[in-house]
């Protein structure tokens, strides 16, 4: 390709608003589907559609592209179309109270639960006390009772009549039984009576009572076999009754619950208990109890919380699959959470605290996470890949899992686990995770990568018109004319890098439109059209543009020397691109170099005091080659030249300068005057190929806008790669300026067309016998080295003769 002097059409790719069929937005038909993201989408309806484990997806695109909320709304329209999931419950475990049973539900069935077990318990709070208070429990009662009362009182009136018999009196009193001796008229001896009697009738007396005394214990025992048969037959009644209230109901729910072994198990667990404990039903636990112990939290009082049901996840007010999306993703947010309740100092729990986390809301449906955030949270992402491989939720503390703690706390059964999770976040992030963790690709094993830009044609202009018009629409913005749709094209192209593309970064659109909008409303329009979005653009630049300014300023005072006029050996203006923050800006920079013979060593004092970066260096390193291979062929290369970026304080990186490095040795051993009014940039080829770089639209207009400030000549103008005129996409100013003459691009592929634009001189071809022109570039180049080489190789060897005269 030859030199090209590039025409201010070329210099910026206009969208024509004619070809628009639309005034504003308002007429545009509402756009239908997702634009510039078909193998994403692809690949996201491929995940989620997938069944087997592991066929999550990781979601990777830049910052700002829309990931999010296409992914998300992609998946909610899948997800409405699908089955609702199962609700899940948890409830007491009368077997093992610290491990909390776990019961799927039929949709939207927990709240119901929940409500027929209140329901339960509520009724069975007035049955069984109503029922215990009938004429029928009573009865029953009264006649095991009345007969343990006759039995006694059989059993201790054939005491007193044995005792009788022997002329014996028992006698009852609150300390017990006593037997005492009787005179012939049946009464009771007196103590004084008692001794007068002949001792050998004493003795008999005392053989008598003492075996009244055995018959009597052998009486109490018997009795208090008698009440313990009475009390297993008061509770078997108790029971029996308790279970005529409790069966009938209870049946009722099992009934309902048919199909659900676990739940029936668990329908049959609260029977056996509430007739094992019916006296919780008919006694008032704070009876008896001072207020006082009772208000602080103390005493004993009734509870029934353990046929309490903790519905964990209900769907009663959802359609579909759950699409759940977690801005924190923290272990106990994923996981779940089991929660404390503080009194009298000491910290209790039980089944009703415990808490779902989203990993329970999604579970049967989709949970969306951001990779960074995930992998910011301790244990979150390590314990996001042990419930994707058991496929269980196990709700258990953090300080369990680092063996901060040791006592006893409640484990609820682990929940089923049937989700597809999807992680959105940075290529950088998926690289490194698929790089350095062996489970990862395990577990996330498709890729949907977003797109950054889309191709730009007649017809993605329409669809693209039609997601500003949505985007103007879920904003509530004002109307856009077809104007202000157009401009907002181009500068989608400007984003893009390249004519023909779009950015896709949708976020940074939508600002655009919002500051549009503002400035139209300021304005009292009723639509934003393109002069509100080229202020808004403006606004923007000005607003990060402080540090430009002062650096601009600073040129303009010759603090900063880059020279805009007139002609210097060794010396040429590059381009670099400054960033700060989400800002950028080309800036020009006074590049030098300095020749003179040597070993053949090409000294980059950037490189040397650690201010250059890799690429830069190996961009100098090329340029040697290049010297070596075109000019040095039959000659050792002997070059010492020194290149620096003059008053350059900071890094430099990139071989976007190594063509201006090039030219600048070239015209330092040329001994020819580089023009200053030119600026250049692009990367060479150990072939001298001048090679693609970024930013070429900030750089451009950089140079521009220090010859703006001092007087545009017409002799100003930058030289780009060939390769970079797509790329071009230039403010308004720098067009305008080439239209009118005052301000030049012109594209090169090869040193040699660069240098002869910088110099005014030909570079020169090799003749038949492989010479250059004498007075071209090259035969300059080319007979300054020899020079070096000769002058050199004369050094040496008197040099070596004067180490002889001296010897």
């Excluded at 890098?497 to 600002?511: H, M, P, Q, V, Y």
């Amino acid at each position: 390709m030859t030199v090209h002097k590039i025409s201010p059409d070329e210099a910026y790719h206009r969208c024509d608003p004619d070809s628009f069929s639309f005034e504003t937005t308002t007429e545009v038909e509402e756009l239908s589907h997702f634009i510039g993201q078909d193998r994403a989408l692809e690949a996201v309806d491929f995940g989620i559609g997938m069944q087997q484990q592991g066929f999550n997806l990781f979601v990777i695109g830049p910052e700002g592209s829309g990931r999010h909320s296409v992914v998300e709304s992609f998946i909610h329209d899948k997800a409405s179309k699908e089955a609702t999931p199962s609700d899940w419950c948890y409830v007491y475990n009368f077997h093992h109270p610290h491990k909390p049973l776990a019961l799927e539900l039929p949709p939207s069935q927990g709240m119901i639960f929940k409500g027929q077990m209140y329901e339960l318990i509520d009724t069975l709070k007035t049955t069984i006390p109503a029922i215990f208070e009938g004429d029928d429990y009573r009865v029953r009662h009264k006649a095991i009772t009345d007969l343990l009362a006759q039995k006694i009182e059989a059993l201790y009136h054939e005491v007193e009549k044995t005792a009788k018999a022997q002329s014996i009196a028992v006698l009852r009193s609150d300390q017990g039984f006593r037997f005492s001796p009787t005179d012939g008229k049946g009464e009771p001896l007196s103590l004084e009576e008692f001794r007068k009697l002949p001792d050998d009738v004493k003795e008999k007396i005392a053989e008598t009572i003492e075996k009244l005394q055995t018959m009597l214990q052998e009486s109490i025992h018997q009795i208090s076999i008698w009440k313990r048969e009475t009390e297993e037959q008061n509770r078997k009644l108790k029971k029996d009754t308790a279970k005529q209230a409790v069966s009938p109901l209870i049946e009722t729910l099992k009934g309902t619950y048919k199909d659900h072994e676990k739940i029936v198990h668990y329908f049959e667990d609260v029977e056996d208990v509430i007739t094992e404990n019916v006296d919780d039903f008919l006694s008032d636990g704070e009876e008896g109890q001072h207020p006082f112990i009772l208000a602080i939290g103390g005493g004993h009082t009734l509870s029934f919380d353990q046929y309490e049901v903790n519905v964990l996840i209900s769907h009663q007010n959802n359609h579909g699959s759950p699409v759940i999306y977690e801005d924190l993703p923290t272990y106990q947010n994923l996981h779940g959470r089991i929660e404390h309740q503080a009194r009298m100092g000491m910290l209790s729990t039980n089944f009703t605290l415990i808490k779902p986390g989203c990993l329970h809301q999604a579970n049967n449906g989709y949970l969306i996470l951001d990779a960074r955030r995930l992998l910011m949270q301790p244990f979150a992402y390590e314990g996001l890949k042990r419930a994707l491989r058991s496929r269980k939720i196990r709700i258990e503390p953090v300080e369990r899992l680092l063996g901060l703690i040791s006592t006893v706390t409640l484990e609820p059964e682990p929940v089923d686990l049937n989700i597809k999770v999807v992680l959105i976040g940075e290529p950088l992030i998926y690289y490194l995770l698929n790089a350095y963790d062996p489970e990862f690709i395990s577990l996330f094993k498709v890729q949907a990568d977003f797109e950054s830009d889309m191709k730009r044609s007649k017809e993605s202009q329409d669809l693209y018109a039609t997601l500003i018009a949505r985007l103007a629409k879920d904003k509530d913005l004002l109307p856009l004319h077809r104007t202000a749709v157009a401009r907002l094209i181009e500068q989608a192209t400007r984003e893009a890098g390249d004519r023909e593309k779009l950015s896709l970064r949708i976020r940074e659109f939508a600002d655009l439109m919002q500051e549009a909008d503002y400035l139209a409303k300021k304005d009292n329009k009723t639509t934003i059209n393109d002069t509100d979005v080229e202020k808004a653009i403006a606004a923007s630049k000005r607003r990060g543009g402080r540090i430009q300014d002062r650096l601009f300023e600073a040129m303009e005072h010759n603090i900063h020397h880059i020279e805009t006029d007139g002609a210097k050996v060794g010396q040429i203006n590059g381009l670099s691109v400054l960033m700060l923050g989400h800002d950028s800006f080309g800036c020009p920079t006074r590049i030098t170099a300095l020749t003179r013979p040597g070993k053949g060593k090409i000294i980059d004092i950037e490189r040397e005091v650690e201010l250059g970066g890799p690429i830069h260096s190996k961009g100098v390193m090329i340029l040697s080659s290049f010297l070596s291979s075109r000019y040095a062929r039959n000659f050792p290369l002997s070059l010492q030249a020194s290149l620096v970026f003059e008053q350059s304080y900071g890094g430099v990186e990139g071989d976007s300068a190594s063509c201006a490095e090039l030219c600048t040795l070239l015209s330092s051993l040329a001994e020819v005057p580089i023009k200053q009014t030119l600026a250049i940039t692009g990367s060479v080829s150990q072939k001298g190929e001048v090679q693609a770089i970024g930013g070429v639209n900030e750089k451009i207009e950089g140079f521009f806008d220090l010859c703006e400030n001092r007087g545009l000549s017409g002799d100003q103008g930058v030289i780009i790669p060939a390769s970079n005129v797509r790329h071009l996409m230039l403010k308004k100013e720098v067009v305008e300026a080439m239209e009118q003459g005052k301000f030049s691009v012109t594209a090169v592929s090869t040193v040699d067309e660069a240098v002869e634009q910088l110099t005014g001189l030909s570079a020169g071809e090799r003749d038949a016998e492989g010479n250059y022109p004498a007075d071209s570039i090259n035969g300059l180049v080319e007979a300054t080295l020899q020079a070096f080489a000769k002058n050199l190789q004369d050094f040496d060897k008197e040099g070596k003769g004067n180490d002889k005269n001296h010897e």
